[in-house]
DNA sequence: CACTTCCCCTGCAAGC
DNA sequence: TGCTTGCAGGGGAAGT
């Protein structure tokens, strides 16, 4: 699901519901790849911790702890973060959901095979939990100063993403754009779909090679980057399969999409059937007569 | 290096 | 109905 706009929707409205809180007990799924740092440690280092901060950083959240340590998380492709109290919490998976239901109703959504980690508190409120059905997504528990590498590659936040500096790290690349614009250590927190949109916005077909983009359309570019963006943090986000708030709502954007999971639907300025095309493994979505 | 492909997982929808 | 195939918003490893 989430791209900057899903994690920093999340983070806003995780904020509440962590800072401040004083950790009683954590469990945790098995060890795997979704545990870069083992489960048993995480069990036994978070606990009587107070939380003093969410950020995101690209798309990743880091839970700042009383201890100096950090809390690292990656939602991956399917993750979610919410508050056990949430409304109505959607699941993906139908079964676990119908069995859950009554339970969800109540606001005591108990976990299930996909809840990975779950936070319980000092003070008694709302446990806090971190469910991932495909398990793309990520925890690891920073030490204080240790180097957090997987962050020290990410690029420029993409919120803030300026014409000259894209102009200068698009220059050198000979792949497509639409690639370039996923690669992490260029910009932070562009994913599939609103690397899709703001292509669109600024007229430029996916499969362009970066280095051929000029100076105007590098800005029309970082221009449409931050503007997808923000009204897609405006808007609570994308809910197109999975992605649902801690609260339990879904998110908007997915009703102002130009052309992502558009393919063969008229295009929403000039009517001509969006394309797909795959890109560096991805899938690509364009107007053939709007972009260039 | 830069670039591409494969793969990690599970669930769902479409096609037969 | 049940089986198979393809697809999914991320990203790291391994290949060329």
Known sequence: MPELPEVEVTRRQLEPLLV???????????????????????????PGRRILGLD???????????SGDRLLLHLGMTGQIFG???????????????????????????????????????????DVLFRDVR???RVQLLRP???????????????????GPLAAAVRRRAAAI??????QSVLAGVGNIYADEALFLSGIRPARRARSLDAAECRRLAGALRRVLRRAIATGGSSISDF????????AYQDERHVYGRTGEPCRRCRTP???LVIGGRSSHFCPRCQR
């Open 274 to 276: 969006i394309r797909r």
């Open 145 to 163: 100063g240790e180097p957090p590498e997987r962050l020290a590659q990410l690029g420029p936040d993409a919120l803030e993403v300026r014409a």
């Open 84 to 126: 056990a109290g949430a409304a109505s919490v959607r699941l993906m998976s139908s079964t676990a959901g119908a069995s859950l239901s009554p339970e969800r109703q109540t606001g005591g959504f108990a976990g299930d095979r996909h809840t990975h980690l779950r936070l319980r508190f000092e003070d008694g409120g709302p």
């Open 20 to 46: 401040g809180r004083r950790i009683l007990a954590v469990t945790a799924t098995a060890a795997s790849r979704f545990f870069l740092t083992p489960p048993a440690s995480v069990r036994r280092r978070l």
């Open 56 to 66: 995101r950083i690209g798309k990743h959240l880091l839970v700042r702890l009383d």
């Open 244 to 251: 649902v708030r801690p609260d339990g709502t879904d998110g």
């Open 178 to 183: 639409k690639a370039v614009l996923l690669d």
């Open 135 to 137: 398990r793309f997504g």
